[in-house]
C-alpha cells in the first residue's frame, strides 16, 4: 500500500508541476492586443524596414554635403642610373635616384550641380520612407484585427462548449427521471433508448467543443507569440454598439483619410515622380568643384627631385556632360513614368478596394445585430418550449419524440445566439479595421 501510495503522490506531483509550467494568463481584448504588439516578430521585421529606409534617407542627403578623402601610399623603386649630363667641365648628376616614395593626399569635393540628381534621390529615399512608414501601421493594424479574430473565434467556442456543457447536464438529468420512468413501468424501452441516443449525440459534440476550445487557444498562443501551452482566460466583456446613427458616406470617408494602404500608395506616387527627376538628370551637365593637398616624398612637381616631403595642393572646377548615350536616359525616364503610372493605377485600385470593403463590413455589422435580436428571442422561445413539453413529458401528455425536438431546438437557440453576439464582435473589429479608427465604441 505504501508504494501505491508513494506513486500516487509522484503522479499527483508531476500534475501540479506540468500545470504550474503551463501558466495561467488572464486577458481582455485590449490587454491581448499590446501583448501581441510587443511580441510580433512580423512587426519587429517591419519596424527594421522603417528603420532601413530612414538610414536611406540619411545616406543620400548626405551625398549633398562635401566629401573628405584621405589616400596614403608607399612605393619602392627598382634602382636605375642616375640621368647625368656631361659637359667640359664634368658630369652633373639631374634626376638623383630616389627609390622611397611616400604620398600622402587630401581631396576635398562638393558637389555644385547634378541636375537635380541629389534632390531627387532624397525626395525619392523620402517618399518611399514615408511608404515604409505606413507599411508599418497596415501591418500594425492587421495583426491588431487578427489579434482580435483570433480572441473571439476563441471566445464564441468556449462559449459554445457551455451550452453543451449545460446541455448535457440536463439531458443526462432528463435521462435519469426516464430510467426511472421505465422502472415503474410508465416509460417504455423505446423511448429510453430515443433519449439514450441523443445524450450521446450531446456528447459527441461536447469532445468536439473541447477539442476546439483547445485549438483556438493554441491559435490565440500563437497570434500573441507566447507559449502554447499557456491557459489562457478571456475576461473580456461583449458590449453592444449601436451602428444604426453610422452612415456609410462617413465610414468610407474616414477610411480614405485614415487608411494605411492609401497614404502608402500616396507616397510611392510621389516617389514615382522623385525617380522621373531622378532619370531625367544625366540630360543635364554636372559640375562639381573640388581641392587636393598634396604632401609627398618626393614632390613630383617640385623640381629637381627631393628626397624630403614636400606640400603643394590644387583645386577646380570639373564640367562633365553626357552627349550620346544612345537614348539610355530616354529609356530610363520612360521606365519611371511607366512605374509611376503604375503607381497611380495602384491607389485608384485600392480606393475602390476600401470602398467595397468598409460597405460590406457596414452591412455585415447591421445583420449581425439584427441576428443577434432575433436569436435571443429564439432562445427565450426555445426555453419555454422546453420547459412546457418536459412538464407535458412528466405528466405522460408529450412524447420522447417531442421532448428531444425540443431538447434540440434550445441547444440550436443557444448555438446560435453564441454565435450571433460573436460573430457581432468580429463584424466590429472587421469594420474598425476597414476605416483604421476604433470609434465605434463612442457612438
Not at 179 to 196: F, Q, R
Not at 230 to 246: A, G, N, P
Amino acid at each position: 500500500m505504501k508504494i501505491f501510495r508513494l506513486i500516487f503522490s509522484l503522479i499527483l506531483f508531476f500534475v501540479f508541476i506540468r500545470l504550474e509550467a503551463q501558466g495561467k494568463l488572464s486577458l481582455n481584448v485590449s490587454q491581448a492586443v499590446e501583448l501581441a504588439l510587443g511580441n510580433s516578430k512580423v512587426l519587429h521585421s517591419s519596424l527594421m524596414k522603417v528603420k532601413n529606409s530612414e538610414a536611406k534617407v540619411k545616406e543620400a542627403m548626405a551625398f549633398r554635403l562635401p566629401s573628405v578623402k584621405l589616400n596614403a601610399r608607399y612605393t619602392r623603386l627598382s634602382e636605375v642610373d642616375p640621368f647625368v649630363i656631361s659637359t667640359p667641365f664634368g658630369s652633373f648628376p639631374i634626376a638623383p635616384g630616389i627609390y622611397n616614395n611616400y604620398a600622402i593626399q587630401l581631396t576635398l569635393s562638393q558637389p555644385i550641380f547634378t541636375g537635380f540628381r541629389l534632390s531627387g534621390n532624397v525626395n525619392l529615399n523620402e517618399k518611399l520612407n514615408e511608404a515604409t512608414n505606413e507599411d508599418y501601421n497596415k501591418d500594425k493594424s492587421e495583426l491588431i484585427f487578427n489579434v482580435k479574430n483570433s480572441y473571439f473565434n476563441t471566445y464564441k467556442s468556449i462559449l459554445y462548449k457551455k451550452v453543451l456543457d449545460e446541455m448535457v447536464i440536463q439531458i443526462g438529468s432528463h435521462l435519469q427521471d426516464v430510467k426511472n420512468l421505465e422502472k415503474v413501468g410508465m416509460m417504455a424501452k423505446n423511448d429510453v433508448l430515443k433519449i439514450e441516443i441523443q445524450y450521446s449525440n450531446v456528447l459527441f459534440q461536447q469532445v468536439d467543443a473541447e477539442n476546439l476550445v483547445n485549438l483556438s487557444r493554441i491559435s490565440l498562443n500563437n497570434v500573441l507569440g507566447i507559449d502554447l501551452s499557456t491557459l489562457l482566460e478571456l475576461t473580456e466583456e461583449i458590449k453592444m454598439t449601436d451602428v444604426q446613427s453610422l452612415k456609410m458616406d462617413d465610414l468610407i470617408y474616414e477610411a480614405m483619410s485614415n487608411r494605411s494602404e492609401l497614404k502608402s500608395a500616396e507616397a510611392r506616387i510621389d516617389a514615382g515622380k522623385a525617380g522621373v527627376i531622378l532619370a531625367q538628370s544625366n540630360w543635364y551637365p554636372q559640375i562639381n568643384a573640388y581641392g587636393n593637398y598634396y604632401y609627398s616624398r618626393p614632390n613630383q612637381r617640385i623640381m629637381p627631385s627631393k628626397d624630403q616631403f614636400d606640400a603643394t595642393w590644387d583645386a577646380g572646377v570639373v564640367l562633365s556632360m553626357n552627349i550620346w548615350d544612345w537614348l539610355s536616359t530616354k529609356h530610363q525616364t520612360d521606365q519611371a513614368e511607366a512605374l509611376l503610372a503604375q503607381a497611380k493605377d495602384g491607389l485608384n485600385l485600392i480606393k475602390d478596394g476600401i470602398s467595397l470593403e468598409v460597405t460590406s463590413n457596414y452591412f455585415n455589422i447591421n445583420q449581425a445585430e439584427k441576428k443577434i435580436k432575433i436569436a435571443k428571442l429564439s432562445v427565450e422561445q426555445a426555453e419555454e418550449n422546453n420547459r412546457v413539453t418536459s412538464d407535458k413529458f412528466k405528466m405522460g401528455m408529450a412524447t420522447s419524440s417531442e421532448i428531444i425536438d425540443s431538447e434540440t431546438a434550445l441547444i440550436t437557440a443557444k448555438t446560435n445566439y453564441t454565435n450571433a453576439i460573436i460573430d457581432y464582435e468580429l463584424a466590429k473589429a472587421k469594420l474598425e479595421k476597414s476605416i483604421s479608427k476604433k470609434f465605434l465604441e463612442n457612438k
